[in-house]
């Protein structure tokens, strides 16, 4: 069993950087692989950004792609999201979530793990 905490959210403006943290327990985390999902007001929710179990590989939404930076790290049960040159289009809820085999890129987003969502404002 995994349980993801999400923080980090807040208000920017357009331009600006935010650094979103999930932090999980649990003593499969270093096994699953880890992922960044959001969902805007009204819209389905969409793939951002996923890493492997060991860090190596990193898979990221063409919308966010050279923006955002997805990390892990095993030792502290943290995975993380590095948004930079925010828009007013990245406004959502974030999701962290966790899998113990991969992480879907395409609906549906079926993994095993999810966290409760961390706000996100990008004011223009």
């Known amino acids: 069993q995994v349980q993801l905490v999400e923080s980090g959210g807040g208000l920017v403006q357009a331009g600006g950087s935010l650094r979103l943290s999930c932090a999980a327990s649990?003593?499969?985390?270093?096994?699953?692989?880890m992922g960044w999902f959001r969902q805007a007001p009204g819209k389905e929710r969409e793939f951002v950004a996923a890493i492997s179990w060991t860090g190596v590989n990193t898979y990221y939404a063409d919308s966010v792609k050279g923006r955002f930076t997805i990390s892990r790290d095993n030792a502290k049960n943290t995975v993380n999201l590095q948004m930079n040159s925010l828009r007013p289009e990245d406004t959502a809820v974030y999701f962290c979530a966790a899998d113990r085999h991969t992480i879907r890129r395409v609906p549906p987003f079926r993994s095993d793990y999810w966290g409760q969502g961390t706000q996100v404002t990008v004011s223009s």
């Open positions: 649990g003593r499969t985390f270093s096994s699953c692989a």
